[in-house]
């Protein structure tokens, strides 16, 4: 429990760090954003816009750099991320309409390749040597494919000339969106080629590390143990299996916390509305509040991630909480 | 020459000299025994002969002591016979009886062919007639589970019948039989000390109450304090509930106070056999005395250590000649030239595979390898009888 309560402290502190750098960050870059902006749309904007772009930096007439600080914080605890200048909508709700996309379809996609890697690999493991051998290959031949170009061929095949499935876009056109179930068949049905062509290019990795691991844990006394007390053959596997998915528990996390900003390609080329498309957008208009913003909800995303992992490791892996009393 | 060979007791001459499997008074008297074993490693050019022709019986209720250094095979024998040596190792020749007495009959004998058996028969005497412990308890230890859940485990696997709270108490009483208490079921393998990890495994070897415990070097990595414990506990628990044992170790000196019979490995083959009180007083296998000197005697006088010159040879060379011969102070141009064979010596029921020994005697037999002994009255005190 102490463990537990001093992993949460470890990562307040980070995020408090990270709220702290967005902060400080636009005030080191060369020049002052806020006057290049406000110059640029001269005439385009309310004096309304102009004080909330100074605000969303933190950047008030006569306020000194504390008290500038101290405004971020407070507009930041009541979810105001400030003005975005292009598309002229608070950041946190444009935010609102696209994380869910990102978070929805890499989400799913990732849960699904580390699934399927991870218990593809354990039975790979178990039977190292066998013909089931060949599909590493396979899997690491379409991870070797730079993913823009394996998304639109399979875009191009199963979706434009087979038509399998929709093409371009979340949803279908004809359906209203909200909780209704038409929409969310839509949506799933919309989803399938991109999820299938991220596991797809990804799902190598997850098999090579779980096989690699599993390999090793077959070697271990233990499982010999399990075999030697007459055990059945699946609960030996899982005596190894459960020990050898501990590093792929790791990596997941990793790969999670990266679920909100690695979306950009795959947005591209399924014109799907997520995150990536935004960034790329406001990297491109140079929004400054938008890129914040975004850059605020990933680090967040990521250490939020990276805390649920460990503590998930606290659970499975016994040896990691003695570390306490070190 | 070829001639007194096969007089001195080929394998052929052995059989002559046990009885044959059909004329055992009953196969009662032994809960394993082997045959003509053989292990590889690997095939074709890089082939190892990792065991070779090894013949040997376990009484019921009796310890067998196997002694050898590093790469003796001792290990591998044992592993395969249990079925449990890993891909290259293979099972090239031999066979393995293991005697299972039923359950509610022990008078009731059931032969199982362990090298041929199928996993489903295998999975039946694993445990309940044959179990294991490991040289590192701590590997051998689930690191990510409960000590409890390991007892659970095999108790729920093989008796079926028994209820949760059931087994839990047999867990308890079990630890109880190694002196640790039954909150230890609570923890984790790595929250107990080496010792009382060594215990949880012997007492986890017991759960079933089997006929036969292999014993792998249990004590190798244990300090000497410890391993003096859990060598007395484990004789105690073996009179108590007269299981067989199979305890495989370097330390000579350590099996003559556990073992009732011992065998001495030495490159895959058995070089010599005797009681324990016998072969630790009396060596008659250059090798066997090597060991000795390897080891301080634990009373008796002072002596140098000497040890065994030289290394094993490389089994995945096919050699000629005694596999001894190029560590040996005795050698004789005969040990070069032919195999000597494991041979009954005048003795009660001992053997040795040396051309010294052969009869009629080639040469005089060294001093060292030709001691008298004779059964001691009370129970063995080793290291007395020590030169």
């Not at chain 1, 004080?51 to 007439?61: D, E, T």
Request: proline share 6%; with cysteine.
């Amino acid at each position: 429990m102490r463990m537990i309560l001093r992993r949460i402290a470890l990562y307040a502190l980070t995020a408090w760090v990270a709220v702290t750098v967005n902060f400080v960050l636009p005030r080191l870059m060369p020049g002052n954003p806020v006057q290049t902006l406000i110059g640029k749309l001269t005439g385009q904007v309310t004096p309304n816009e102009i004080r909330a772009i100074r605000l969303s930096f933190g950047m008030g007439f006569h306020e000194g750099l504390l008290a500038q600080y101290g405004t971020y914080l407070n507009q930041l605890a009541h979810g105001n991320l400030g003005v975005s200048i292009t598309l002229g909508a608070p950041v946190s709700s444009i935010l609102r309409a696209s994380v869910p996309w990102t978070v929805g379809l890499i989400g799913v996609s990732t849960v699904v390749s580390f699934l399927i890697g991870t218990f593809s690999g354990a039975i790979l493991g178990w039977t190292r040597g066998s013909r089931f051998d060949s599909l590493i290959p396979t899997a690491t031949f379409f991870q070797a494919i730079p993913y823009f170009f394996l998304g639109t061929v399979m875009l191009l095949i199963f979706g434009s000339n087979l038509h399998w499935f929709p093409v371009l876009g979340a949803y279908s056109a004809n359906v209203t969106p909200g909780w209704n179930w038409a929409f969310i068949a839509s949506v799933i049905r919309y989803g399938e080629l991109p999820v299938i062509s991220i596991v797809l290019s990804s799902v190598a990795g997850w098999m090579l590390g779980m096989r690699n691991m599993m390999i090793t844990m077959i070697g271990e006394d233990f499982v010999l143990m399990a075999v030697a007390k007459g055990l059945a053959r699946r609960r030996v596997i899982w005596h190894a299996a459960r020990s050898a998915v501990l590093p792929s528990i790791a990596n997941l996390s990793l790969a999670i916390g990266l679920v909100v900003s690695g979306a950009l390609l795959v947005e591209l080329v399924f014109n799907y509305p997520g995150v990536g498309d935004l960034l790329l957008q406001a990297v491109l208009n140079e929004d400054y509040p938008l890129i914040q913003g975004i850059f605020l909800v990933i680090t967040l995303t990521v250490l939020a991630a990276n805390l649920i992992a460990d503590l998930v490791y606290l659970a499975l892996d016994p040896r990691t909480r003695s570390e306490a009393a070190v | 020459m070829s001639a007194s060979r096969i007089d001195v007791g080929n394998r052929l001459d052995r059989r002559g000299a046990s009885p044959s499997r059909e004329a055992t008074p009953s196969a009662r008297d032994f809960v394993l025994e082997v045959s003509d074993f053989s292990v590889h490693y690997g095939v074709d050019a890089n082939m190892v002969r990792a065991v070779h022709d090894v013949t040997l019986n376990v009484r019921r209720a009796t310890v067998l002591g196997v002694a050898g250094e590093s790469g003796s095979g001792k290990s591998t024998l044992v592993y395969a016979l249990t079925r449990l040596l890993r891909p290259p190792g293979v099972i090239s020749g031999g066979r393995a009886i293991l005697n299972v007495s039923s359950d509610d009959d022990p008078a009731r004998v059931t032969p199982v062919n362990l090298t041929t058996a199928s996993e489903r028969e295998l999975r039946r005497v694993r445990w309940s007639h044959v179990s294991i412990v490991l040289q590192s308890a701590l590997s051998a230890l689930n690191p990510v589970r409960r000590i409890g859940r390991e007892f659970d485990e095999v108790l729920r696997t093989h008796r079926r019948a028994m209820s949760r709270r059931e087994r839990r108490r047999r867990a308890e009483e079990l630890l109880a039989l190694v002196g640790l208490e039954p909150d230890r079921l609570n923890r984790f393998p790595h929250e107990l000390s080496g010792g009382q990890r060594q215990r949880v495994m012997i007492a986890l070897a017991l759960a079933l109450d089997p006929e036969l415990v292999v014993m792998d070097e249990p004590t190798t990595a244990l300090d000497v304090v410890t391993q003096r414990e859990i060598i007395t506990e484990l004789a105690e628990l073996r009179a108590r509930f007269g299981f067989a044992m199979i305890f495989i170790t370097h330390d000579l000196s350590l099996l003559v106070e556990l073992a009732d019979e011992i065998v001495v490995m030495y490159a895959g083959t058995i070089v010599e056999r005797a009681s324990a009180g016998e072969l630790y007083a009396a060596p008659r296998h250059p090798y066997t005395l090597g060991l000795l000197e390897s080891f301080p005697p634990l009373h008796g006088e002072r002596r140098e250590l000497t040890g065994i010159a030289g290394s094993p040879p490389d089994l995945a060379v096919e050699s000629v000649g005694c596999s001894f011969a190029p560590r040996c102070p005795f050698t004789m141009d005969r040990c070069r030239a032919e195999t000597p064979p494991l041979a009954p010596i005048g003795e009660t029921g001992r053997s040795v595979a040396c051309w010294l020994h052969a009869t009629p005697s080639p040469v005089p037999v060294p001093a060292a390898l030709s001691r008298r002994w004779t059964a001691p009255v009370g129970p063995t005190a080793p290291g007395v009888t020590s030169r």
